[in-house]
């Protein structure tokens, strides 16, 4: 595959993924059935302050963003596109689906949602155009202060669900669900979906011999 080819299909990653993602959200909020913590905490403020969703979302990923500044860490196009588009592509989502009131079309809603986040994090990232607000506030702690990204992950999400459900947001099966299924979805999906770097041959990213 040329550069440019490469570079095309990076770009469409990106933008489809970021779009995709603002859907499954919206997916996932219409199931009722509990929403991931980040989401809770958009919607706990949304339910408080009567600003959209959609538009909470972008307010919260741009003080995510302040939150890199202390950590040294480098913006890159993909996490500024993360930060502007998936809350306008979750008021679209919020606007195309309507509410459900069977529980077992609100389950497949929900599961579906999951698994197109899972697909569409598998899409954006993939790119390589720079990791989300979120993550790079994750992995920025774990490279500052040395805490291991598991302990990183958990703290923030725990103490963001614990706001967002204080302000009104949606807990439920479906938060639990999302816990414990997301990273187990996005591993499957990450590899599959990422671009080669047509810079890096497979003899060059091989590990040296007696290597660890």
């Known amino acids: 595959m040329t550069p440019a080819l490469v570079m095309t299909r990076r770009w469409v990653q990106l933008l489809l993924g970021l779009f995709l993602y603002g859907i499954a959200i919206a997916m996932m909020i219409r199931a009722a059935i509990g929403i991931s913590p980040w989401d809770v905490l958009a919607q706990g403020i949304s339910l408080r302050t009567g600003i959209p969703f959609g538009f909470v979302t972008n307010i919260v990923g741009g003080v995510v963003l302040l939150l890199w500044i202390p950590l ?31 529980i077992w079309v609100r389950i497949v809603l929900f599961t579906g949602g999951l698994l197109l986040l899972a697909i569409a994090t598998g899409l954006y990232i993939g790119a390589r155009f720079g990791p989300g607000p979120r993550d790079g506030l994750m992995t920025g702690i774990n490279k500052k202060y040395g805490v291991r990204i598991w302990i990183v992950r958990t703290s923030i999400e725990v103490v963001v669900l614990v706001i967002g459900w204080i302000l009104g947001g949606n807990v439920g099966f479906g938060t639990l669900a999302f816990a414990l299924l997301v990273g187990p979805l996005v591993h499957v999906t990450m590899p599959i979906l990422r671009v080669p770097d047509p810079r890096v041959t497979p003899e060059s990213s091989a590990v040296p011999a007696g290597s660890q």
């Open 72 to 102: 040294r860490q480098r913006l890159g196009i993909g996490t500024v596109l993360n930060a502007l588009l998936i809350g306008p592509s979750a008021e679209v989502g919020l606007w195309l689906i309507p509410l459900q009131d069977d």
